[in-house]
């Protein structure tokens, strides 16, 4: 069946450094992929999406590409900033709109 | 505001009640899903529904009851049957899109306590 891999957490960082969080799936077909953010205590919030093969999602500096031969969405940002502290959850959705989320990798900024 | 309205956000629960939990739509999705989320973890699938008077068993099903009775409305009862209730609860709701699969939105979300 369908699933999503991501890494575990948690991630820390300084301020200003690169970020990777790291999404791999396993499909039929060619499902949509998706990142959502979670900051403490409330719900999810969509923050960039993919719907084909070398599609590139983003939204607030954050980056992710639909990368099909290796079957993964790496979530990339260049410079964090402690406001990007959260949890960060990889998704899919296929033909069936069955969605599928990965565990979730807490990020943690420091200033 | 377009968007997806839960309530109550804090919910406490004595034991052996049962308790329900509002979501409310205005977005005019199809489709609509309650997910249970514990401290730390990811998100697990209780009960969802693609269409009015109709819905299906998620992964967890046992001891929660849904109802569809209005496209824009979902409510989860959680039923004295739940032995480990005290959680946040995520109701999320979606357009059926097709062969790209769909978008789901979430709601705040609800925490429950049991006391």
């Known amino acids: 069946g369908n699933s999503v891999t991501q890494m575990e957490g948690p991630v820390t960082l300084s301020e200003e450094a690169f970020l990777t969080i790291n999404c791999t799936y396993t499909?039929?077909?060619?499902?949509?992929l998706f990142w959502y953010v979670q900051y403490p205590g409330e719900g999810l919030q969509l923050l960039l999406k993919?719907?084909?093969?070398?599609d590139k999602g983003s939204n607030k500096g954050f980056e992710a590409t639909y990368r099909k031969e290796t079957t993964s969405f790496h979530l990339e940002k260049g410079s964090v900033q402690v406001s990007d502290s959260a949890v960060y959850f990889c998704?899919?959705?296929?033909?069936?709109?069955?969605?599928?989320f990965g565990k979730g990798t807490r990020l943690h900024i420091l200033p | 505001d377009g968007g997806i309205t839960q309530s109550p956000k804090y919910l406490f629960r004595k034991e052996g009640q049962n308790v329900t939990l509002s979501c409310e739509q205005n977005?005019?999705?199809?489709?609509m899903y309650w997910y249970r989320q514990d401290p730390g973890q990811g998100l697990r699938l209780i009960y969802y529904?693609?269409?009015?008077?109709?819905?299906q068993k998620g992964d967890i099903a046992e001891g929660y009851s849904v109802s569809r009775e209005k496209k824009e409305s979902f409510p989860l009862t959680v039923t004295s049957a739940q032995k480990n209730p005290t959680a946040f609860y995520l109701c999320?709701?979606?357009?059926?899109?097709?062969?790209?699969?769909?978008?789901?939105?979430f709601g705040e979300g609800s925490w429950l306590t049991v006391v």
């Open positions: 999320a709701s979606s357009i059926l899109a097709g062969p790209s699969g769909n978008t789901i939105y």
């Open positions: 977005l005019n999705h199809d489709a």
């Open positions: 529904s693609q269409i009015v008077n109709d819905f």
């Open positions: 998704a899919l959705s296929d033909r069936d709109d069955k969605i599928i």
């Open positions: 499909a039929t077909g060619y499902p949509s």
């Open positions: 993919a719907t084909k093969a070398d």
